[in-house]
């Protein structure tokens, strides 16, 4: 169980060590951390896990059995040096109380054309042939062209390989290995169900593109196991709600040491954040989000041809800068309102305390009956404006629309930043109470409610009657133009800033602006890519701020 020649010597190892040297601006920062994590495990330093010089020659010996496809040669000659390292740490390191395979979870996130599939294809292959009998292996995609990938690089794999070929039985939905009764199925998420499935591996590949269900049911099916694996692989995708975030939301979390979680295994291959701002002229963000591109000069040039593109282009850009560079990033256009990476940097965390003696500003914007509705309020402090703020849903619909938007409100719920009420229709009642409340849970003084005479008539009398100042605002581009502008400057200038609220995150992705012919833009709800309510409240709350700011306590003019 300690470091042995046979390991120090392996290209996995040296890999290893290229990453972790300082000089190397080539490498993403997690990248590095995973690195150093797994060389600890090699030296023989770690408590729970080795790697085994068994392990490992067994799996050199099955490389030298297979031939690569493309390059027509051994499959131990045609890797990447970061896939012998995925492959080293999936089938050599093992526990050491049990001797099973040590990491249970893969994460690998890097972009297009770096034979992400094809790896996992090797992983598949040479799981078919060592482990127990009557496994069942399953790939789960968005759809089932996307789920057959794995599927098509493995009969690649296998066909190339006449030493491997006559143990394996290809068929149209499955391949099963003969010499255990092991069988691979790929799965649709679009078709298929997930559930009562038992997979000793799975592989969830172009996980940006889905929500979390298909991960959570094919994870649930291993809880038995003791040797299971699961593989997630994905680019970036241009949008925050999908199941990639949170796997490399935690992934971070392990890697920082915020999380123990140490069978969790993820080389997340995204440019540094010093770097990413750069994206433009600094070669390193191609490098540390495409590996391959750090000794393949062919695809380094190409990937930068499709970068001086995407300078020039604005409708090229999001594709780039997710697939080649793996940067979330939903291009603005003519309709985008904010980059959802300009509103992250304004996250701050926000003590309960912070709003004791403050003066605020509320609006609501409340949508049909059915369908969500929001609250807002902000205020100013020292040139920042702080945002707090709910969403409202429907109690019996809850189900039904995180299916339909692909969002977890259960989750959202449980971290307060949205309020299930009533049945089928929002309870205005829990609405105005909410915003009567602000002033005794926050210590703040609200000094105006804003609202929408559309659908907060009722609401706004109510609130008035208990003897709050409450103003129409027009739900115009003449009169939104402003505060929607005033926004977006303050969060460009990171003076604006919210506590951690993943759903407002969500609205802001989601927000797309119209312009009107006097050049006035606002939120188009109708336009926008989901729900914005909280968004919209967001902005007839800054409205109210800035007439206070303009006008002072005089009679505000909507023209």
């Known amino acids: 169980m300690t470091n042995t020649t046979v390991i120090t010597e392996s290209r996995a190892y040296k890999y290893c060590k290229a990453l972790t040297r300082k000089s190397n601006k080539k490498a993403p920062i997690y990248v590095k951390k995973q690195a150093k994590a797994w060389l600890k495990i090699a030296d023989g330093k770690d408590s ?36 012998c390292f995925l492959l080293c740490a999936v089938f050599c390191t093992k526990e050491k109380k049990t001797g099973t395979r040590y990491y249970q979870t893969v994460l690998l996130e890097i972009c297009r054309k770096n034979f992400k599939t094809f790896n996992s294809a090797i992983i598949f292959v040479i799981g078919m042939i060592i482990e127990p009998r009557f496994s069942r292996f399953f790939s789960v995609a968005p759809d089932y062209k996307l789920s057959s990938e794995l599927r098509l690089a493995a009969r690649k794999i296998i066909k190339s390989s006449p030493e491997l070929e006559e143990y394996f039985k290809i068929k149209r939905d499955e391949i099963v290995c003969n010499l255990n009764d092991i ?28 929500d979390a269900y298909p991960v959570e049911a094919m994870r649930s099916s291993q809880i038995t196991l003791r040797n299971k694996l699961g593989i997630i692989i994905s680019t970036q995708y241009p949008n925050d709600n999908n199941v990639l975030t949170d796997e490399i939301d935690y992934a971070k979390r392990v890697l920082d040491g915020l999380t123990e979680d140490k069978r969790y295994f993820a080389l997340l291959y995204e440019p540094d954040d010093d770097i990413k701002n750069n994206w433009r002229t600094d070669d390193n963000c191609i490098y540390q989000s495409n590996p391959v591109a ?20 604005e409708n090229r850009r999001e594709n780039y800068l997710c697939k080649h560079n793996n940067i979330l ?10 980059d ?37 309020y902000v205020t100013e402090y020292e040139g920042i404006i702080y945002y707090g703020g709910m969403c409202f849903i429907p109690e019996n619909r809850i189900g039904e629309k995180s299916v339909r938007e692909k969002l977890n409100y259960r989750a959202m719920i449980e971290a307060g930043e949205c309020t299930a009420c009533g049945d089928d229709v929002i309870d205005y009642g829990v609405v105005e109470r909410y915003v009567m409340g602000l002033e005794e849970s926050l210590g703040a003084s609200i000094m105006q409610i804003g609202y929408d005479r559309w659908n907060a008539l009722s609401s706004a009398q109510k609130l008035e ?44 992705e989601n927000a797309r602006c119209t312009e009107d012919t006097n050049l006035n833009k606002y939120v188009n709800k109708k336009r926008s890519a ?9 902005i007839n709350a800054m409205y109210l701020l ?8 005089e009679f505000i003019c909507q023209s």
């Not at 390059?71 to 000659?77: I, V």
């Not at 990033?329 to 904010?338: A, D, L, N, Q, V």
């Not at 208990?466 to 969060?491: M, N």
């Not at 800035?546 to 306590?553: C, K, S």
């Open 48 to 83: 729970r896990a080795y790697v085994s010089e068994e392990a490992y020659k067994l799996l050199n010996e099955l490389l030298g059995l297979m031939r690569h496809p493309d390059l027509n040669c051994a499959m131990t000659e045609g890797l990447e040096d970061y896939a």
């Open 329 to 338: 990033y939903k291009g603005i256009g003519t309709e985008g309102y904010i």
């Open 546 to 553: 800035e007439q206070e700011q303009l006008n002072g306590w």
């Open 530 to 538: 989901g729900k914005v309510d909280m968004v919209v409240s967001l």
């Open 340 to 376: 959802i990476e300009c509103v992250k940097k304004c996250r701050r965390n926000i003590d309960k305390e912070f709003w004791r003696g403050k003066k605020i500003y509320a609006a609501m914007d409340l949508s049909l009956s059915d369908d969500n509705t929001a609250v807002s």
């Open 294 to 313: 750090v000794k393949n000069n062919v695809v380094f040039d190409d990937i930068k041809k499709k970068r001086a593109l995407a300078i020039m282009y």
């Open 183 to 210: 069988s691979y199925t790929p799965l649709a998420y679009s078709n298929d169900k997930m559930d009562g499935k038992l997979a000793n591996i799975f592989l969830a590949d172009e996980a940006g593109a889905m």
């Open 465 to 508: 009657a208990a003897g709050y100042e409450c103003v129409e605002i027009k739900q115009h581009s003449s009169v939104l133009h402003s505060p929607t502008k005033l926004l977006k400057e303050r969060i460009l200038e990171r003076r604006f800033c919210y506590d951690k609220n993943r759903l407002l995150e969500i609205n802001f």
